[in-house]
């Protein structure tokens, strides 16, 4: 079954469709979306706006712009009045022979920090094996691909590579543990295979570089009278590779000593 992702960026609603097992496709142009109170009074007052049901929500866009982004996908502008009586989801399952699908993903229209966004709630939900939740921001644009830092004993998230944690973990202890993951690494970790494999299917099944790795990071800093002398130590404890074992994704460890990437 397809499914209608809707997204606002800009003060614009960005659509995506797709099967439920796959990340979303731009759905044609994006419509100009009213969400404040005021505009969505006047606009609707002298019919400039008109309201559409999708994901159970009622959502006030611009009817100029709901046409252009009809004709867009291969549609009649002229068919904005069946869709305020049927709905849009409605409408497009409806008219799915004629769509236009691009091929860029929803996530392609959106800036970095945008994706970050979308990619933090991503690995919260994933964190407590909230399956459709992490789905739905994966279809909404969130990066599959980022890896990302925990550390031990506080569990703080870090939205930063392995490389980029020394510049964040001065407070955090005299000794604790740095895991740097991959979503995917995360999801096998949570024995998710549902998420794992949706993942997996996003990145054309290439898991070459998905892995989880565990770091021991030890704090010799010293206070001086002229200034602090910052000094860590870093050990690498384990290194797990994300494998697929007969259509199972799981986490397998190779030891230290054979791991041919190395963080410096």
Same mark, same amino acid.
């Given at each position: 079954?397809?499914?209608?992702?809707?997204?606002?960026?800009?003060?614009?609603?960005?659509?995506?469709?797709?099967?439920?097992?796959?990340?979303?496709?731009?759905?044609?142009?994006?419509?100009?979306?009213?969400?404040?109170?005021?505009?969505?009074?006047?606009?609707? =007052?002298?019919?400039?706006?008109?309201?559409?049901?999708?994901?159970?929500?009622?959502?006030?866009?611009?009817?100029?712009? =709901?046409?252009?982004?009809?004709?867009?996908?291969? =549609?009649?502008?002229?068919?904005?009045?069946?869709? !305020?009586?049927?709905?849009?989801? *409605?409408?497009?399952?409806?008219? @799915?022979?004629?769509?236009?699908?691009? !091929?860029?993903?929803?996530?392609?229209?959106?800036?970095?920090?945008?994706?970050?966004?979308?990619?933090?709630?991503?690995?919260?939900? =994933?964190?407590?094996?909230?399956?459709?939740?992490?789905?739905?921001?994966?279809?909404?644009?969130?990066?599959?691909?980022?890896?990302?830092?925990?550390?031990?004993? *506080?569990?703080?998230?870090?939205?930063?590579?392995?490389? @980029?944690?020394?510049?964040?973990?001065?407070? #955090?202890?005299?000794?604790?543990?740095?895991?740097?993951?991959?979503?995917?690494?995360?999801?096998?970790?949570?024995?998710?295979?549902? #998420?794992?494999?949706?993942?997996?299917?996003?990145?054309?099944?290439?898991?070459?570089?998905?892995?989880?790795?565990?770091?021991?990071?030890?704090?010799?800093?010293?206070?001086?009278?002229?200034?602090?002398?910052? !000094?860590?130590?870093?050990?690498?404890?384990?290194?797990?590779?994300?494998?697929?074992?007969?259509?199972?994704?799981?986490?397998t460890e190779i030891p230290v000593e054979h791991c041919l990437e190395l963080h410096?």
């Open positions: 079954m397809n499914i209608i992702t809707n997204t606002n960026y800009n003060g614009r609603l960005h659509l995506g469709y797709g099967d439920e097992g796959s990340v979303s496709k731009c759905l044609g142009k994006s419509i100009n979306a009213y969400r404040n109170f005021i505009f969505k009074f006047f606009t609707r =007052l002298f019919s400039i706006s008109m309201d559409i049901e999708m994901g159970g929500k009622s959502i006030c866009v611009n009817k100029v712009s =709901l046409k252009k982004h009809l004709e867009s996908i291969g =549609l009649e502008g002229e068919d904005i009045e069946k869709i !305020n009586r049927i709905g849009y989801t *409605t409408f497009i399952q409806q008219n @799915e022979a004629k769509l236009i699908i691009q !091929n860029d993903t929803l996530g392609e229209n959106f800036s970095d920090k945008k994706r970050m966004k979308l990619f933090e709630k991503m690995i919260r939900q =994933l964190e407590v094996n909230n399956t459709q939740a992490v789905k739905r921001y994966l279809r909404k644009g969130a990066y599959i691909d980022r890896e990302f830092c925990k550390s031990e004993p *506080t569990g703080k998230l870090y939205l930063v590579n392995f490389k @980029e944690m020394k510049k964040w973990i001065f407070g #955090v202890g005299s000794e604790f543990k740095i895991y740097s993951y991959t979503p995917l690494a995360l999801a096998a970790e949570k024995e998710n295979q549902s #998420v794992a494999k949706f993942i997996a299917k996003a990145k054309d099944n290439d898991i070459s570089s998905d892995k989880k790795e565990t770091f021991k990071y030890r704090d010799h800093s010293h206070c001086y009278g002229y200034g602090n002398h910052f !000094n860590w130590t870093t050990e690498r404890e384990k290194f797990e590779k994300v494998t697929n074992r007969d259509g199972i994704i799981i986490l410096p």
